[in-house]
């Protein structure tokens, strides 16, 4: 199993960024997904989640409204557009493969997960 991000970077208040997660070794459409986020010093952050078809989708409060996860099973890949970042925003961000149905901030809800991509948003 790997999954790899991508998309991060540095940007200003207010700018967008697009994450991308490329998984492989295993049966991607048959696993519901989660973005995970980690803030230096801090513990790990639930952003979202995504049922295996995609019709289901649920996002923390602080990124409801600006954060959209989606998936392309076709082409195994989890995405998260993040519209109107914020200096609050900044973390590295990991995409993770649920264990079963359950989703949150602990890394026991997830059985694999990347190397994180970094998103530092500055005001």
């Known amino acids: 199993v790997q999954l790899v991000e991508s998309g991060g970077g540095m940007v200003h208040t207010g700018e967008s960024l697009r994450l991308s997660c490329a998984a492989s070794?295993?049966?991607?459409?048959?696993?519901?997904m989660s973005w995970v986020r980690q803030a230096p010093g801090k513990g790990p952050e639930w952003v979202s989640f995504?049922?295996?078809?995609?019709?289901?989708?649920y996002y923390a409060n602080s990124v409801k409204g600006r954060f959209t996860i989606s998936r392309d099973n076709a082409k195994n890949t989890l995405y998260l557009q993040m519209n109107s970042l914020e200096p609050e925003d900044t973390a590295l961000y990991y995409c993770?493969?649920?264990?079963?149905?359950?989703?949150?901030?602990?890394?026991?809800?997830?059985?694999?997960w990347g190397q994180g991509t970094q998103v530092t948003v500055s005001s």
């Open positions: 993770a493969r649920l264990k079963g149905r359950l989703y949150g901030s602990s890394w026991s809800h997830y059985d694999y």
């Open positions: 070794g295993f049966t991607f459409s048959s696993y519901a």
């Open positions: 995504i049922n295996t078809g995609g019709s289901n989708t």
